[in-house]
């Protein structure tokens, strides 16, 4: 069974950081890009940043590039997403995401994405 088990989120002030991560089993992690996602209330999910298998290549979105980072240790299973300059619109629920197959593409389309995590709430205000 796939399972990705994010953590990491909180209350931040603006300009603060937070590390996330997101814990995953149950499939070959070494095998798939992963991404992050994010929602904030009221609004639909957006794409935030991706990796492909061997990390060789990121992405990330115009609105956290140079602030956040991806990145991720197949020998731990482990994804992680450092997010440094937090703005009040970085607010929403964060999950980390599998993609759906195997090999070294990275994608943006979220519907390419098969199993998401339950979420971490990552809030930033004075």
């Known amino acids: 069974e796939v399972q990705l088990v994010e953590s990491g989120g909180g209350l931040v002030q603006p300009g603060g950081s937070l590390k996330l991560s997101c814990a995953a089993s149950?499939?070959?992690?070494?095998?798939?890009?992963m991404s992050w996602v994010r929602q904030a209330p009221g609004m639909g999910r957006e794409w935030v940043s991706g990796?492909?298998?061997?990390?060789?290549?990121?992405s990330y979105a115009d609105s956290v590039k140079g602030r956040f980072t991806i990145s991720r240790d197949n020998a731990k299973n482990t994804l992680t997403l450092q997010m440094n300059s937090l703005k009040p619109e970085d607010t929403a629920m964060y999950y980390c995401?599998?993609?759906?197959?195997?090999?070294?593409?990275?994608?943006?389309?979220?519907?390419?994405?098969?199993?998401w995590g339950q979420g971490t709430q990552v809030t930033v205000s004075s």
């Open positions: 995401a599998k993609y759906s197959v195997a090999g070294l593409q990275l994608g943006r389309d979220l519907l390419r994405y098969d199993y």
């Open positions: 990796i492909n298998s061997d990390a060789g290549s990121t």
């Open positions: 149950g499939f070959t992690f070494s095998r798939y890009a």
